[in-house]
Nanobody
Framework: QVQLVESGGGLVQTGGSLRLSCAAS????????MGWFRQTPGKERELVAS????????YYADSVKGRFTISRDNAKNTVDLQMSRLKPEDTADYYC?????????????????WGQGTSVTVSS
């Protein structure tokens, strides 16, 4: 089992930036990819960005391409999400997740372990 702890959420004005960080511990060797999801009330959890632990091009949702950057630090077992040019529609609870299966998954069902979430609010 993998334990994930997010940090870095908060309140920011439109056009501002935030950096979310996810620290992983436990059976880290058991997973192949990590992703950042977000969720607003009444909506399904949406994959924002993902990255394979072993390398390869990251995935970004169309809504965040060019504004968000996902990165990993294998030595520190962390995955960060740098969010720039934030918009009010980026307001959500953001979750870090780990996937043990190989290949890509764009659904929350494809991820096995989850953090507790961190809230991001973008004011207009």
């Amino acid at each position: 089992q993998v334990q994930l702890v997010e940090s870095g959420g908060g309140l920011v004005q439109t056009g501002g930036s935030l950096r979310l960080s996810c620290a992983a511990s436990g059976r880290i060797f058991s997973f192949n990819a990590m992703g950042w999801f977000r969720q607003t009330p009444g909506k399904e959890r949406e994959l924002v960005a993902s990255i394979q632990w072993g390398g390869g091009s990251p995935y970004y949702a169309d809504s965040v391409k060019g504004r968000f950057t996902i990165s990993r630090d294998n030595a520190k077992n962390t995955v960060d999400l740098q969010m720039s040019r934030l918009k009010p529609e980026d307001t959500a609870d953001y979750y870090c997740a780990a996937r043990s299966a190989t290949g890509n998954s764009y659904s929350a069902k494809g991820y096995d372990s989850w953090g507790q979430g961190t809230s991001v609010t973008v004011s207009s």
